[in-house]
């Protein structure tokens, strides 16, 4: 069966139409529930940019179970999404998991998130699934111990720290509410203290979430009721929640005409579009993010190529390996099983007629034989293969 991805990310379509594919609990028990009979399983990927299916079908299967989880069509996916098969959607998964496609070129975050979608997944995953999902693991480890690909830091958490030291140019007297506490929350909220950040305030929809986050830096927590007043004193505003729908609204604001920059790191976005309409504050979602960490990100440019080999080298080990299985374990199992067959008969008949301790040292010689057997066998079927290959 062939290997196909099918998705939509930030290099085909704006947050707006992103967001229309975004998986919440309810979507993703329902794409499940439409690809249980998937032959080896599905890896669903839903992070800011991106919303992927990964699995061992035709991609039509895939994008009819994402559009009937999301309300869309396939005509509408076909406007703004990409399929890929076979050799094109295993280069895409290698690219995704090394960073070699993010918005944020070689962005730290998204090999965790695959390796939590691989996670969510992966007891309904074929032995062939996990072998390429640890082929990617592999190419990713490489590609940072082997590189300068993943030197400096580039996440968007990072950047968006960047963008806000180019605008304030100190952060140590900026009022800054973070609002959400999940893994961009922590994050950003690293970053800005390391750049000098000295007044933060966190809210989250669970408040021992936010105290959680404010004892790990040393930053104020507060509850969802404060949202209003923290938003009054505060210069940055950073959302980065798993909200479905806007929570920072035109109505949260006062009409004080503070300058106020907001960045809305979340998709779906968590900042009502009229905000950018109140008089002096500044609204930058994803799409807006731009690269602030330059000498970094062309560092990990002048990377690609040997990424791009490390890619070529996992994934011919990984196709080499499928291969290998399948033209190999089959005629072994059935060598095995003539071996066994004719050891077995052969002990059976000389088990009555020895003692005890004569028949085990024969039974163990009987073991070593079948074993330097098998290794010939295994070694000829192996050359087979390898002539084979050469051929093609």
């Known amino acids: 069966m062939r290997f196909s991805a099918i998705g939509i990310s930030h290099w085909k379509s704006e947050v707006s139409i992103r967001e229309l594919f ?49 309300n ?27 960073g070699l496609d993010s918005q944020v070129l070689g962005d730290v975050q998204i090999i965790q998130q695959l390796k939590k979608a691989y996670k969510e997944s992966k007891k309904n995953l074929s032995g062939e ?21 993943g030197r400096g830091m580039a ?14 140019k100190d952060l140590s007297d900026v009022n800054i509410l973070l609002l959400g506490a999940g893994k961009m929350g922590k ?13 933060i305030s966190v809210i ?38 798993g909200a479905t729908s806007p929570i920072l609204k035109t109505e949260h604001f006062p009409e004080d005409g503070k300058a106020r920059l907001i960045f809305d790191l979340s ?19 994803m799409d807006s993010i731009h690269l602030a960490n330059k000498e970094a990100i062309e560092n990990r440019k002048k990377s690609i190529p040997a990424v791009e080999k490390i890619i070529a080298e996992e994934l011919d080990q990984y196709e080499h390996s499928i291969e290998r299985n399948n033209y190999v374990l089959p005629r072994i199992k059935e060598i095995d099983h003539h071996l066994s067959s004719i050891t077995d008969h052969e002990l059976d008949r000389i088990k009555n007629k020895v003692d005890r301790e004569a028949f085990e040292v024969i039974e163990k010689l009987t073991g070593r034989i079948k074993k330097k057997v098998m290794a010939i066998h295994i070694n ?13």
């Not at 699934?129 to 082997?146: I, N, S």
């Open 72 to 98: 869309t069509d396939a005509d509408f996916f076909s406007k703004h999404g990409y399929s890929y098969t076979e050799e094109e959607a295993y280069q895409h998964l290698f690219k995704v998991g090394v």
């Open 155 to 168: 996440s968007v958490g990072f950047v968006a720290t960047q963008l806000a030291l180019d605008h304030f």
């Open 187 to 199: 994050v950003t909220c690293k970053n800005l203290v390391s750049n000098g950040a000295e007044h």
């Open 204 to 241: 989250n929809r669970t408040i021992e979430r936010a105290q959680s986050l404010a004892s790990s830096f040393d930053i104020k927590a507060h509850t969802f009721d404060e949202l209003e007043s923290v938003v009054a004193d505060s210069d940055l505003i950073i959302t980065a929640t």
């Open 22 to 70: 975004f998986i919440d609990k309810q979507r993703r028990e329902f794409l499940e529930f439409n690809t249980r009979n998937i032959p080896g399983g599905v890896i669903i990927l839903d992070t800011c940019n991106r919303t992927e299916l990964y699995a061992f079908c035709d991609p039509d299967v895939l994008v009819s179970a994402l559009c009937k989880a999301t």
């Open 129 to 149: 699934f996990h072998q390429l999902m640890q082929a990617v693991f592999k190419a990713h480890k490489r590609v940072r111990t082997e590189t300068d690909f």
């Open 380 to 392: 000829r079927i192996e050359n087979e293969l390898e002539e084979l290959r050469n051929e093609a």
């Open 267 to 285: 998709v779906p976005r968590n900042v009502e579009e009229s905000v950018s309409q109140i008089e002096n504050v500044t609204l930058v979602d």
